[in-house]
């Protein structure tokens, strides 16, 4: 989860490098929705590689993803604007929050009200091994899933995200073949669970789903 929502802070930085901040504005001007390939590696403090994994992601603003890992085991992770969905084939299990919820104190708020970067984030700028890197430092740690992070950007956009917890553990995800304001499928944001899988987690009753703002 914490990898989609840092995604979207590409989309409403105002206080970077100036060669970062011009990358940003590139990459998000006029967008929609967004799709591309990822793969992913976790790497422990002293440099192991833990897990690599890859798949495809898809986004729709003002809330809407789905982050779909092919390999080596599948499992999607779909926000249909009130729910996150968690389904993991193998464990026949899906874990289900209310999304309003997820969202506090994450950088996901900032795609609904970019004004919430600069109050949950120190942002800083700089240019380094050939890409414009936009660093990320949380406001308030103890409510964040990440100690620090940063989005390195090239002439084409977001090339890769990189992402330290407290415990020194550093997540890379690299991304390649991004599409700009796709035609999704119908149905590509919704999420209904499997016969027979266990559902876990909370639902939100009809009068506590927030409608989306036009």
């Known amino acids: ?18 060669g970062a901040r011009e990358q940003l504005d ?26 690599s994994s890859s798949g495809k992601l898809k986004l729709r603003a003002p809330r809407q993803f789905r982050w779909e890992v092919v390999q080596p085991f599948p499992q999607v992770i779909v926000a249909d604007g009130t ?16 999304q309003s919820h997820e969202e506090q104190g994450s950088p996901l708020s900032v795609l609904v009200d970019p004004s919430e970067l600069e109050r949950q984030f120190e942002v800083s700028g700089h240019r380094a091994d050939g890409l414009d890197w936009l660093g990320l430092t949380p406001r308030k740690p103890e409510d964040s899933p990440f100690e620090s992070a940063r989005l390195g950007f ?33 149905g590509t944001f919704d999420f209904t669970p499997p016969p027979g899988t266990e559902v876990v987690g909370e639902m939100a009753q009809a009068a506590e789903v927030m409608p989306l703002a036009d």
């Open 83 to 98: 729910h996150v969905w968690i389904h993991d084939p193998d464990l026949e299990q899906v874990t289900v929050r209310i």
């Open 1 to 18: 989860m914490r990898l989609i929502v840092i995604l979207m802070l590409a989309l409403a930085a105002p206080l970077a490098h100036a």
């Open 154 to 186: 090239d002439d084409s956009g977001l090339v890769v995200m990189e992402m330290s917890d407290g415990l020194g553990q550093r997540t890379e995800v690299r991304f390649s073949g991004w599409q700009r304001n796709p035609a999704f499928e119908a």
């Open 26 to 51: 590139a990459f998000g001007a006029g967008m929609t929705g967004m799709a591309a390939d990822f793969e992913q590696r976790v790497h422990a403090p002293d440099g192991e590689l833990l897990e």
